[in-house]
């Protein structure tokens, strides 16, 4: 048990579904990320929200659109995704994105997409 | 953001000590080195963080030379369940560092 709870922990979806996963963190964190991991790839990160708002995304396609309406949430809407999008996503929670001093990221278990 | 390398897999038998080392030539004065451990399918956890000489904790050690341009994390007597993929994370903060391929360690009887 990490903090970091994802749900589902499987989804599958047909290129035309609309689906959203979901990440809570009950650490008191105040940044929160999405990361991608595709078969025998390393994590990508996708996205990261500090204090609620976006300070990065690393050109990911816009039928993914994340979502975080306060510091213990954070969603990731899919719409029209293709099969090469099938992966691993895994959310995690750190007290900081930013500043010095190092820290730890926590991650959820991750919910497995298939996209058919 | 410094780019980190590390061996693409080790073997390792039972009770046997495992070394796993990352050099990281464009380390910054800021940065911190971490190490995470995955399971297939799982999300990756935190082993070990230091910034420079020695840490150890109750599952590790890591050490770092003096030039800090590379890092080595310690398992001592791994065991079956020690087998994952580890990776070494160079960054100023958690939300600063970059995940490579990462060492896949397979424990052998």
């Known amino acids: 048990e990490t903090g970091v709870t994802q749900t589902p922990r499987h989804l599958v979806m047909g290129m035309t579904n609309k689906k959203s996963l979901k990440c809570e963190q009950h650490?008191?964190?105040?940044?929160m990320y999405w990361y991608k991991q595709s078969a025998k790839k390393p994590l990508e990160l996708m996205f990261v929200?500090?204090?609620?708002?976006?300070?990065e995304n690393n050109s990911v396609p816009s039928r993914f659109s994340p979502e975080c309406p306060n510091s213990s949430h954070l969603f990731l809407h899919l719409h029209t995704l293709q099969p090469e999008d099938s992966a691993l996503y895994l959310c995690?929670?750190?007290?900081?994105?930013?500043?010095?001093?190092?820290?730890?990221?926590?991650f959820g278990e991750g919910s497995r997409l298939t996209v058919l | 953001l410094a780019k980190t390398t590390q061996p693409i897999s080790m073997d390792s038998y039972e009770g046997q000590e495992v070394n796993i080392t990352c050099s990281h030539n464009n380390i910054a004065t800021n940065d911190y080195i971490t190490w995470y451990q995955q399971f297939p399918s799982q999300g990756p956890r935190f082993i070990i963080q230091?910034?420079?000489t020695k840490v150890t904790n109750e599952v590790a050690s890591l050490f770092i030379p003096a030039d800090r341009k590379s890092s080595t994390l310690s398992l001592p007597r791994v065991s079956l369940s020690d087998t994952a993929v580890y990776y070494c994370?160079?960054?100023?903060?958690?939300?600063?560092?970059?995940f490579g391929d990462g060492t896949t360690l397979t424990v052998k009887p």
């Open positions: 994370l160079v960054g100023g903060n958690a939300g600063k560092s970059t």
């Open positions: 230091g910034y420079k």
């Open positions: 650490l008191g964190h105040n940044a």
């Open positions: 929200y500090s204090l609620e708002e976006r300070v």
């Open positions: 995690a929670s750190s007290q900081s994105s930013s500043g010095t001093g190092g820290g730890e990221l926590f």
